[in-house]
């Protein structure tokens, strides 16, 4: 069975600091990592994917993947109150023939203003 | 241009019924999938089609019967509908390959289903 951990929050953070979202998982043969972006009464959207060690950065967000440890974080640098979402972590083998996404739970982040 | 559509956004209905959704994307993809995501915000994957074939199929009742007639279109019919049927059901579609930008899944916009 393979499982994604995230902790539900909710996290808050003042406005202009940095959001750390934290996902764990349990399969090894997972090779792609995927953030989701989810405003209440929303559909999941992407913000990032990453798929090799280290960091990957883009704008305000960088994720972080650490296949040895079965750890990826998302990091929001100068967050806004328009990050009040919940984040989705997600994670799949890769190649022909692999097709499901395991999603976690999801953290809830509050930006406070 | 939306690029993944559902039909019908709300679905009220009462128990015992059989209701359908639909579900449309323009993108070219390959793939499109069902999730179920509940109260507590936990989605869950039900049904994969790749090119009109079934490749995942969770552990759901087979009251849940998903049709595919073409590849950009991906339908999910429900029968004898229960109170524990509510939730919002989201349509995905993805091409799938061997990186991770062109495994990216994106999602409709949602059915919120509601059973009386």
């Known amino acids: 069975q393979k499982e994604v951990e995230q902790n539900s929050g909710p996290l808050s953070v003042p406005e202009g600091a940095i959001a750390s979202l934290n996902c764990t998982y349990s399969?090894?043969?997972?090779?792609?990592f995927f953030w989701y972006r989810q405003y209440s009464g929303k559909s999941p959207e992407l913000i990032m994917f990453?798929?090799?060690?280290g960091d990957k950065e883009d704008g305000r967000f960088t994720a972080q993947l650490n296949k040895a440890s079965q750890y990826v974080s998302l990091l929001i640098r100068d967050s806004q109150p328009s990050d009040s979402a919940t984040y989705l972590c997600?994670?799949?083998?890769?190649?022909?023939?692999?097709?499901?996404?395991?999603f976690g739970k999801g953290t809830k982040l509050s930006v406070i203003p | 241009d939306t690029a993944v559509s559902q039909t019908p956004k709300y679905l009220v209905t009462q128990m015992g019924n059989d209701k359908s959704i639909k579900c449309e994307q323009n993108l070219g993809h390959d793939t499109m999938y069902w999730y179920k995501q509940d109260s507590k915000k936990f989605l869950k994957i039900m049904f994969s089609y790749n090119n009109k074939e079934l490749i995942i199929n969770e552990t759901v009742p087979n009251r849940f019967s998903p049709k595919s007639p073409d590849k950009a279109h991906l339908n999910l019919h429900i029968n004898s509908l229960e109170l524990g049927d509510s939730a919002v059901y989201f349509c995905?579609?993805?091409?799938?390959?061997?990186?991770?930008?062109?495994?990216?899944?994106?999602f409709g916009p949602g059915t919120r289903l509601t059973v009386l």
């Open positions: 990453i798929y090799s060690n």
């Open positions: 997600a994670v799949k083998e890769s190649g022909a023939g692999s097709y499901q996404l395991t």
């Open positions: 399969d090894r043969g997972s090779q792609s």
């Open positions: 995905a579609s993805s091409q799938e390959g061997y990186e991770a930008s062109t495994d990216t899944q994106y």
